[in-house]
């Protein structure tokens, strides 16, 4: 894909060549500062005995863990999305090795429908770089793209397009391959990669989707995946045209389905808990003092969103039933502003109601819903449960089962120090798996911003500190301490 440079400027035009990216790691495979790093005994290709502490069923392959062409990296980064590429664009500015693994923008390219429209204002929408040069809005600019920070909606097709000129551009060797296992050895991590090469990493940051965290609800659960789906796993609606869908749940995700499948000729009906729909408001211009009262911020209108996306530092500070109740509660369902005349008069809706039976009946479901707004039983061809997220490190299935048993976690949600690092040390959680601590902001794009800033600083200081350290002849301690 061509690039063009105009004196300090990047631009991000785009060719007709835009595609899913795997980009081709360095011949050598780790950065001077990582060579620069490792033991000479290391250097030689050594081979590593296995660890005799690791006692537990092992999820590394152990036979790979005694060959030679295990490669080291100081910084493993899991997953390509908006978070993982933000901090893979901080830590190369702050100098600080790394290998970063998944595919590129791969739920706003694979898992979500065409059509679909961003909840999120433009100038929310954005991938942080530390100089913020390849913002959304330039990004437009350059290709002719329809933009604006407010009222405006920005088209899926749009942010993924701009995700993987980011990540080409910012991030140019990012691996797309799968990390299958993490296991962690004395002082080192152990990842084993598809294709079965192991990874050696002093530090590992999981930015891993949300696609891990998918809620179903228990009455629905049982049913097989033909008749059963979660709203992440849609890309392309067109097989339900002519078909009866039933979605469950009043969020975002659902009514922007429900707005598309009736578009595309589906019978569809919205199942909802909630006694109304909400929807957002249509921005519009604010006095001064509206702006005063209610200030505007990247996750909402309010002091308390300015709060939340300020402050994450603060909230990671209140206690802890707060924090909980917060998570849970604030920025309740709610469907943008501009899928509201798409479905309001034209679907019906079953509120005030959940699933309460399912079974499948001659090829289709039978659903029992019941709830202060009655009872109802409906046959239907396919239920798609856009029921949200729920964090439990449990279900990140390439974690070894010695690491989750050393995670301390609440509610399932790992507990974070104020650097995102885990009771595991040298493990770090960041995106939805981090809202628990430092708020709702870690739910949306925003929240990627403060992540990398706050992540990179302080890989780059104990970066700098093992340096010094090992320059003044304190080696072993470097292994022990940081």
């Not at 100098?95 to 898992?111: K, L, Q």
Request: charged share 20%; proline share 7%; hydrophobic share 40%.
């Amino acid at each position: 894909m061509p690039v063009s440079e105009k004196g300090n400027d990047h631009a991000m035009t785009v060719s007709s060549d835009d595609r899913s990216h795997s980009a081709n790691p360095p011949s050598d495979g780790e950065s001077s500062l990582v060579r620069a790093e490792r033991s000479p005994a290391r250097a030689m290709n050594v081979a590593r005995p296995p660890n005799p502490r690791m006692v537990h069923r092992p999820t590394v392959n152990p036979d790979l863990r005694t060959h030679g062409t295990t490669r080291a990296a100081r910084v493993a980064i899991i997953g390509a999305g908006p978070y993982g590429l933000s901090i893979a664009a901080h830590l190369r500015a702050r100098g600080v090795g790394f290998r970063i693994f998944g595919n590129p923008m791969e739920s706003w390219r694979a898992r979500m429908p065409g059509g679909m429209l961003l909840k999120s204002e433009g100038f929310a929408s954005d991938i942080y770089d530390p100089e913020r040069r390849f913002t959304l809005k330039r990004f437009c600019a350059q290709n002719g793209l329809c933009y604006a920070d407010t009222g405006l909606p920005i088209p899926r097709e749009t942010m993924a397009t701009y995700g993987l000129r980011f990540q080409r551009q910012l991030v140019p060797d990012l691996e797309n391959r799968t990390v299958v296992a993490l296991d962690r050895s004395s002082r080192d991590f152990l990842l084993q990669l598809d294709g079965g090469e192991t990874l050696i990493a002093r530090r590992v940051i999981v930015a891993v989707g949300s696609n891990y965290f998918q809620h179903v609800p228990p009455s629905l659960a049982h049913l097989p995946t033909a008749l059963r789906s979660h709203s992440s796993e849609h890309y392309d609606l067109s097989r339900f045209a002519g078909h009866d869908v039933t979605v469950v749940g009043g969020g975002a995700s659902a009514l922007d389905l429900v707005a598309l499948l009736h578009e595309i000729g589906a019978q569809v009906r919205l199942v909802a808990r909630q006694p109304s729909v909400a929807f957002l408001s249509k921005p519009v211009p604010r006095s001064l003092w509206h702006r005063i009262r209610y200030p505007v911020s990247g996750i909402g209108c309010g002091w308390r969103s300015r709060f939340f996306t300020d402050a994450p530092m603060l909230f990671r500070y209140l206690p802890q039933p707060t924090r909980l109740r917060t998570i849970k509660t604030y920025l309740g369902p709610a469907g943008a502003w501009f899928v509201k005349d798409r479905i309001a008069g034209h679907v019906p809706f079953l509120l005030a109601r959940t699933p309460a039976y399912s079974e499948v009946r001659d090829g289709r479901v039978y659903l029992q819903c019941k709830g202060d707004g009655g009872q109802s039983e409906l046959l239907t061809d396919h239920v798609i449960a856009a029921t949200g997220y729920r964090v439990d490190i449990g279900q990140l299935d390439f974690l070894s089962e010695k690491v989750r048993a050393s995670l301390q976690s609440i509610e399932g949600a790992p507990v974070l120090s104020r650097n995102f690092e885990s009771s595991v040390p040298g493990l770090y959680f960041v995106g939805l798996a981090s809202a628990c601590c430092f708020g709702p902001v870690m739910r949306f794009l925003f929240g990627a911003g403060y992540t990398a800033r706050r992540l990179s600083e302080h890989l780059s200081f104990v970066s700098g500190v093992r340096s010094r350290l090992r320059l003044t002849g304190f080696r072993d301690l470097t292994r022990w301490v940081l």
